[in-house]
């Protein structure tokens, strides 16, 4: 698919990048869907390759800043983020010396993430993972991280179950998300998990259009999870 791209400077706590993204979300969307019926069989396939992945959220924004301000610690980390889309959080890791993988289910983030890799002079892996279908056979993480990821009903489920069998037993699940209605489901499910939690509330641009002048804000909660056992 070709879209309409532009180019940003991010400034995420000491941490600047370079980002290739898609220019309109909606515009994008719009022309994915153009002339498939609303009740075919082939729109649920569409569906699912919305480009979501393609702009700049602001829980990307809240966790990118989040992992920024956690700096030296970082070095060295083994780092897991799910849903990556731009991955925006796994650019400032791998930054700051962290071990980074970054994972997602489209198949045209990997596509996006080598150009924001050169054009911020990083390398690491790109894994495609489908947290409806995840089985781990990559091991264990001492972070697990993800932002945005919590926006239909079967994610709760889905996400804390894969975030939960990657982190390590000491490890550390960090999930920035803007307050969307499935949020306290996803912490009920890693409870289960065995999993306690702390929030903190971030505020950050709200948002992808970058109209000048425009600097409404946003509060995305930063949730920090560890294993009680
Ligand atoms: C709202 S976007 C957020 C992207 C990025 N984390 C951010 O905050 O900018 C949701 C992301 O989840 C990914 N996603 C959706 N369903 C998924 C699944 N089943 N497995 C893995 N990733 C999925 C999408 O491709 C997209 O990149």
């Known amino acids: ?27 994008a969307i719009d022309s994915l869907c ?5 009740k075919s069989a082939e729109r649920i396939f569409v569906e699912e390759l919305c480009p979501y ?13 989040h992992v920024a301000r956690m700096g030296s ?11 990556c889309g731009l991955a925006i959080p796994s650019l400032v890791a791998a930054k700051l010396g962290a071990r980074v993988t970054a994972s997602d289910f489209h ?13 911020n002079e990083l390398t690491f892996p790109y894994l495609h993972l489908d947290w409806r279908a995840s089985q781990n056979n ?29 982190c390590e037993k000491k490890g550390h699940i960090i999930l920035a998300d803007p307050g969307r209605s499935y949020l306290q489901a996803f912490l009920d499910e890693l409870q289960g998990f065995g999993f306690r939690y702390d929030i903190l509330i971030r505020n950050v641009l709200d948002g992808h259009n970058d109209r000048a002048g425009d600097r409404r804000t946003k509060e995305v909660f930063v949730i920090s999870c560890t294993s009680q056992s």
């Open 1 to 27: 698919m070709r879209y309409e791209l532009k180019t940003l400077r991010e400034k995420l706590g000491p941490v600047e990048l370079t980002l290739e993204t898609i220019a309109d979300l909606d515009r």
């Open 73 to 83: 610690w970082l070095k060295d980390q083994r780092i897991l983020e799910v849903g």
């Open 138 to 166: 990559l091991g264990k993480f001492d972070f697990v991280i993800g932002s945005d990821v919590l926006y239909e009903n079967s994610h709760p489920k889905d996400v804390a179950r894969t975030l939960s069998s990657y």
């Open 53 to 65: 992945f393609g702009v700049v959220w602001p829980a990307a924004r809240a966790l990118g800043e």
């Open 34 to 38: 153009e002339g498939v019926d609303e």
């Open 107 to 119: 198949p045209e983030v990997p596509v996006f993430l080598a150009r924001n890799q050169r054009h």
